[in-house]
Structures are given as C-alpha cells and as structure tokens.
C-alpha cells in the first residue's frame, strides 16, 4: 500500500512539473500589446492626390497600426482564443504575426503566423501559410485567413488599380480618375 501511495506521489509531481514546464514553454512574449497609432487611408489618399502621385505606400508600422486597431476591436479570434497582443512584420508578399493569446481566459500562450499576402479587389487578403507555438509546427486551419477591407476606407474617387508588396511596405497603385469621376466629385 505504501509503494502505491508513493508511485501515486511521484506521479502526481511528474504530473506537475511536466504541465509547468508545458506553460513555462509557451509562454507569451509579455511586450506585445494592441497599443496602436491612428492610421487614417482617407487621410493618406488625400495627401496621395494632393501630390499628383497615384500611389500610396503603407509601412511596415502603418500595416501594424491598421491591424492591431482590428484586432482590438475583434479579440475574438475563435469560441475559446482572445488576442491580448499582437506584432505584425513584412517581408515581400509575407506577413509574420507575433501573437498573445489567451485560451479559455485562463491560459496564456505565444503563437507565430506567416501570412501571404494577396490583393483581391477590394480587400487585401492574407492567407495563412504556417502556424508555430515556439518551435512546433502545427496546422494551418488552426488560424483563420485576414481580410482587410482596404477599399472600403478609401474615398468613393479611388479605384485601385493593383497593389504591389516591396520589402517592408505595401504599395497600393490607382487608376487615373477618369473625366465622369471628377464631375461627381463637383456635384
């Protein structure tokens, strides 16, 4: 009876010890946060026209800003999962995201996304390529693609033409406005 006790003891403990060690490993980075600037596309694509220029470039920090204001307003990113932070990176057409989340607001953990990035008029979609809790691989459909409705935000005059991705920011071209354009902008 005394060895069942024990071998229940040391089970126990090991029982401990490895779920510790299990949170220890997938801790969140603590500095992410949805801390964000204000990014107006209105405003950008006034300043754009302003210039004569037809293209708008969208930094690394402006993507940043833009999709964490997202995520702030929408945590929820499944039945049990709440973003608590979050960083995004570019590279090209990719987009690495960084995240804090919390499952079944009990559990923290770190998770890393790699997104490549689409443009399918009017929205820029992001579809996810790989899904990593530290160093384990786990699968895509774990994650949901983004969707971000950048033609929405712009003023009625913009009709984007493409959009192109150049190393740490995004390159949104558009049309010339056409003569039929300008008289509804008088009206």
Known sequence: ????????????????GAAAAGLYYVRPDPMLNLDH???????????????MSF???LSEEDVNDVLKAYLEEHPQRGP????????FGLSDDRMTAD????????????MRVVYRLEW??????????SVRVK?????????????VPIGQELPELLKIKDVAFSGHEIIIRFRKPELS???????
């Open 1 to 16: 009876m005394k060895k069942l006790l024990f071998a229940l003891i040391v089970l126990i403990v090991l029982a401990a």
């Open 37 to 51: 600037g204000t990014v107006s596309l209105k405003d950008k694509a006034m300043d754009m026209a302003k210039r």
């Open 55 to 57: 293209d708008l470039r």
């Open 80 to 87: 049990d999962v709440t973003v608590e932070g979050a960083q």
């Open 99 to 110: 995240l804090r989340l919390l499952w079944k607001d009990r559990v923290p953990f770190g």
């Open 120 to 129: 399918r008029d009017p929205d820029l979609e992001a579809v996810v390529e």
């Open 135 to 147: 160093d384990v691989s786990l699968p895509n459909d774990l994650v949901d693609s983004l969707s």
């Open 181 to 187: 354009d300008l008289r509804k902008l008088l009206e």
